[in-house]
């Protein structure tokens, strides 16, 4: 019983973290934003995020990447808003 209890927990963590978000905040827009597991964020690279307020999910390019005391720190080249936004994002 108890090796069954084990192996079902090991299955709901495995389908749990494909679920899991980055969560973070864009002060300027009051806007909080999630980045889907499974996109690797670094300089150069296009992810897609979403957009808490707005509702909506939105292509944007990372330009730099900042580790910071709570987490870190994501600026972006949003298109979908033709702007650059930066994200405080959780640890």
Not at 7 to 25: E, L, Q, R
Not at 33 to 48: A, M
């Amino acid at each position: 019983m108890k090796k069954l209890i084990i192996a079902a927990a090991a299955v709901a963590w495995a389908i749990a973290i494909p679920a899991m978000a980055w969560d973070g905040f864009d002060w300027k827009t009051a806007s909080g934003v999630e980045i889907q597991q499974g996109h690797l964020v670094c300089g150069g690279k296009f992810i897609e995020i979403y957009d808490l307020r707005t509702g909506q999910y939105h292509d944007v390019k990372v330009e730099r990447i900042e580790s910071t005391i709570r987490g870190a720190e994501v600026e972006v080249y949003d298109y979908t808003t033709n702007t650059y936004r930066t994200f405080e994002m959780e640890d």
